[in-house]
């Protein structure tokens, strides 16, 4: 964040953490609004227009968002196979929220340059 707020680019910074929020926070807006708060809590949105503040970057909103629902998957389908939770379980979103940020905030730029050198 102290990064952010020392860029010489203002408007460059202001787009990016707009996009770290629209990842974050926007998408789960739209969420809650089509599924009228079924499919996700209105906390969820809260917490990621705040790690979209924190994270200030486009692409390490992107990573937070595909981080946390990577880490989704790789607890909550071995407890489905195990019958632990069924389809109708409520899973709590937001520790693997937090937690996708925190990867992305800590090692997120060397993943984004380390998959963008692979694209081109």
């Known amino acids: 964040m102290l990064v952010a707020l ?11 953490a707009a996009g770290a929020i629209g990842a974050l926070g926007g998408l789960y807006l739209l ?6 708060g079924r499919w996700i809590g209105f906390g969820d949105v809260k917490l990621g227009l705040a790690l979209g503040l924190l994270l200030v970057d486009w692409p390490l909103g992107l990573l937070a968002l595909f981080l946390a629902n990577l880490i ?18 409520h899973v709590p979103f937001g520790p693997l929220l937090i937690a996708g940020a ?13 998959y963008a050198a692979g694209l081109f």
């Open 72 to 89: 989704g998957c790789l607890i909550v389908i071995p407890l489905m196979i195990k019958g632990t939770l069924t389809r109708s379980s």
């Open 102 to 114: 925190v990867i992305a905030q800590l090692f997120g730029t060397g993943l984004v340059e380390w």
């Open 31 to 36: 969420l809650y609004l089509v599924s009228r």
């Open 6 to 16: 020392l860029r010489e680019d203002v408007g460059g910074t202001l787009l990016n």
